[in-house]
DNA sequence: CTGAAAGCGCTAACAA
DNA sequence: TTGTTAGCGCTTTCAG
């Protein structure tokens, strides 16, 4: 069941079929009618393996991220979807999990035509495009980039934002405040970090070392284990513990309450992104909220434009985040 | 830069390279050098639009979901994408968000060779494949189904674990049960109902009509208001309250201390999924485990097998659930 | 073991 | 306004 048999049915050629199917008005109506109806009686649908072929598109944006489980992602998979399918595109998610070899040529899926373009979120991936000089591939990169890398982006301003979460912790009389990070293969675990070292700097305190913690991971029983760990280990223990992700920060609170820490009395506890959860637990985590379905709209529409006109220099664009202080801290 | 000119490049015909490309034992391995040199020297990449075409088949799964953001779903679509990138398949998402028109025509993708098969999580997209007699078509269900619909299917014991769920409160001393469900759309959400009925009634119990709500939501705020709603109507609340899912139950556990009420000591609350967050929360919530990560793969498996063996007729599935009795309950 | 050539189903010149 | 026709880049008989 081919373009053929519905020109056969109709009595027309298969270009006069084309055309309607493809909305052009150089058809007599009555013409269009008449193919409409012939489609329609014979059940026909149109094999877009051969139109992508012909088109020289899928219409397919590969979405790179690290963890779809993860509840920040997962918001801005929704928001990349909303405006990809709003467009006449779908969406190929990749889903890396840190796993070498899955996230290794994921940019390879563009030379080879599977996708049109990418939104990458994941780190290694951006390094890797970065490395390869994959710059004259269409895709963009959401929350982790390289601003000098030349390549479309959007994401915050890391460095001020978590300025602020701890500017915020000192203006509440914390003093003595940890650093749960993840793996510093993330731009933004050393933006944040940096303002972390910074504030406290010009706070005039010296980081103990032994508060900068690196996971490499961003589960929640990574946060608690690792909270578990800092309470217990020596004398005096952090009054707060500034954590790079909420989902660390829950996992914290779950781990300080374990050993009978109460948050945030003896430590407060700061989160970052300020996915739905947040609002929920008890107590309500204290965190710098992120436009997660904005960030994904954003980053589509920007690889969209860059499809149309490949040529047009795209803006790095950095939105806004907000504080949203709630009970933990 | 196509296979022509690796041909050219090689000094052999696009047979050739078309056979090399693609792993094919008869040809001289001087030769299959020769040809990978090429290929690595032009930095030819194969067109998989074409390739495609030629073929007639995308390699594309189709995934559709209610809710990507609900970290249930997301669980379950990790799973399937493992399997699927295991078997050289990549995963198209589509996020129904319950909009309709989004959710309209995604069988079609399949008859318009967008993906060669597909796994609905969805239950409207559910009931409109059986409606349209798509059943020819290469789709699984995965934990929303119709057992008689002839379709392969994955999912639990919906009726069973609720069962369990509703004995586990009632061997607890409650009475006084209240339902938290979601849009009776869903079957899931039928067969629990069911079973808290069922229960209630060979417990010699009658359900308080007021108490089986019906939430269109599955979001934490919509167990929080609801649960309010639940605690302040009337004299006598209810002593326990089951929620079809973990969202919901971490919403009602928030909600209800809003107002005062003490988890479990006041009011009992069971989950449904246990979603990671389950554990980490204050109480830790009890509920019941579905494998997440195995229903995706199941799902993946039974898809891709029937790619494989159109013919066969495949099974429907059922995986274990389990009870987790933490602290809420 | 290799090559010639047909053709997957569609779109878009180009011609009428 | 419509039709004819040449490919898009690949895989795969079929011959040699």
């Given at each position: 069941?081919?373009?053929?048999?519905?020109?056969?049915?109709?009595?027309?050629?298969?270009?006069?079929?084309?055309?309607?199917?493809?909305?052009?008005?150089?058809?007599?109506?009555?013409?269009?009618?008449?193919?409409?109806?012939?489609?329609?009686?014979?059940?026909?649908?149109?094999?877009?393996?051969?139109?992508?072929?012909?088109?020289?598109?899928?219409?397919?944006?590969?979405?790179?991220?690290?963890?779809?489980?993860?509840?920040?992602?997962?918001?801005?998979?929704?928001?990349?979807?909303?405006?990809?399918?709003?467009?006449?595109?779908?969406?190929?998610?990749?889903?890396?999990?840190?796993?070498?070899?899955?996230?290794?040529?994921?940019?390879?899926?563009?030379?080879?035509?599977?996708?049109?373009?990418?939104?990458?979120?994941?780190?290694?991936?951006?390094?890797?495009?970065?490395?390869?000089?994959?710059?004259?591939?269409?895709?963009?990169?959401?929350?982790?980039?390289?601003?000098?890398?030349?390549?479309?982006?959007?994401?915050?301003?890391?460095?001020?934002?978590?300025?602020?979460?701890?500017?915020?912790?000192?203006?509440?009389?914390?003093?003595?405040?940890a650093l749960m990070n993840?793996?510093?293969?993330?731009?933004?675990?050393?933006?944040?970090?940096?303002?972390?070292?910074?504030?406290?700097?010009?706070?005039?305190?010296?980081?103990?070392?032994?508060w900068i913690l690196n996971l490499?991971?961003?589960?929640?029983?990574?946060?608690?284990?690792a909270?578990?760990a800092l309470?217990?280990?020596?004398?005096?223990?952090?009054?707060?513990?500034?954590?790079?992700?909420?989902?660390?920060?829950?996992?914290?609170?779950?781990?300080?309450?374990?050993?009978?820490?109460?948050?945030?009395?003896?430590?407060?506890?700061?989160?970052?992104?300020?996915?739905?959860?947040?609002?929920?637990?008890?107590?309500?985590?204290?965190?710098?909220?992120?436009?997660?379905?904005?960030?994904?709209?954003?980053?589509?529409?920007?690889?969209?434009?860059?499809?149309?006109?490949?040529?047009?220099?795209?803006?790095?664009?950095?939105?806004?985040?907000?504080?949203?202080?709630?009970?933990?801290?």
């Open positions: 069941m081919s373009i053929l048999n519905v020109a056969d049915l109709a009595g027309v050629s298969v270009a006069t079929v084309s055309r309607v199917l493809n909305g052009h008005t150089n058809v007599k109506p009555e013409t269009r009618l008449r193919v409409m109806a012939a489609v329609e009686r014979s059940g026909y649908r149109i094999n877009e393996l051969a139109r992508n072929l012909r088109t020289a598109e899928s219409r397919l944006l590969l979405t790179m991220v690290p963890n779809i489980g993860n509840p920040f992602y997962a918001e801005i998979v929704r928001g990349i979807d909303s405006v990809a399918s709003q467009q006449g595109y779908f969406m190929l998610l990749c889903n890396t999990d840190g796993e070498l070899g899955r996230e290794r040529s994921y940019f390879d899926m563009l030379r080879r035509h599977r996708a049109d373009g990418a939104i990458c979120l994941d780190p290694t991936a951006i390094q890797q495009a970065l490395a390869e000089e994959s710059g004259a591939l269409p895709w963009v990169a959401c929350c982790e980039f390289d601003p000098a890398g030349g390549v479309p982006y959007v994401g915050i301003d890391n460095y001020r934002a978590a300025g602020e979460a701890m500017r915020y912790l000192l203006s509440r009389g914390r003093r003595r405040i993840s793996g510093d293969g993330y731009l933004y675990a050393q933006q944040r970090q940096q303002a972390y070292l910074d504030t406290l700097a010009e706070a005039g305190l010296t980081p103990d070392l032994r490499d991971s961003l589960d929640y029983e990574a946060g608690a284990a909270a578990v309470a217990t280990a020596g004398s005096d223990g952090p009054d707060a513990i500034f954590a790079v992700s909420d989902t660390l920060a829950i996992g914290v609170i779950n781990g300080l309450r374990s050993v009978g820490r109460k948050v945030p009395d003896d430590v407060a506890v700061i989160g970052f992104d300020d996915i739905a959860i947040a609002a929920q637990i008890d107590p309500p985590l204290t965190t710098v909220a992120q436009p997660m379905q904005e960030l994904g709209q954003t980053a589509a529409r920007l690889l969209l434009r860059r499809l149309v006109e490949p040529a047009a220099t795209l803006p790095g664009v950095l939105l806004p985040h907000r504080l949203m202080m709630r009970a933990s801290a």
